[in-house]
């Protein structure tokens, strides 16, 4: 499906996405599984969850203070409390590092603190 910018006056004007209930209604289990395909995605799989990665229980394996992961990560100890406490959500790519310092946290933490080894 592709994605359209639209200006609010172009929304509103547009009927102000109001949902076209008889078309929803209208839609079948076949139009579903048709349109699941078409986005690439098996509709006979089983859902899958992957929980999210928390800041804190990473910190915490690394055996960090907020201010040394904060340091590491090169953001905010502000920024890092927040995720930390749910106050804002994290963006992709934060969650994406989170989860391959969690997996691979020597390998990581040899990128960021930069190896003693010479290349």
């Known amino acids: 499906m592709a994605l359209t910018r639209m200006t609010m006056d172009q929304i509103i004007a547009s009927g102000g996405g109001r949902v076209d209930?008889?078309?929803l209604d209208a839609t079948t289990e076949d139009d579903i599984s048709r349109h699941m395909i078409e986005d690439g995605e098996d509709p006979d799989a089983e859902p899958r969850f992957v929980s999210p990665v928390s800041a804190r229980e990473v910190r915490r394996k690394l055996n960090l203070t907020q201010e040394g992961f904060a340091r590491l990560?090169?953001?905010?100890?502000?920024?890092?409390?927040?995720?930390?406490?749910?106050?804002f959500s994290?963006?992709?790519?934060?969650?994406?590092?989170?989860?391959?310092i969690d997996r691979e946290p020597e390998a990581v933490l040899r990128a960021l603190r930069g190896s003693s080894r010479a290349a």
């Open 21 to 23: 209930r008889a078309k």
């Open 73 to 87: 990560l090169g953001v905010p100890v502000a920024t890092l409390r927040n995720w930390e406490q749910s106050r």
């Open 90 to 100: 994290m963006d992709p790519a934060v969650r994406t590092l989170l989860t391959v």
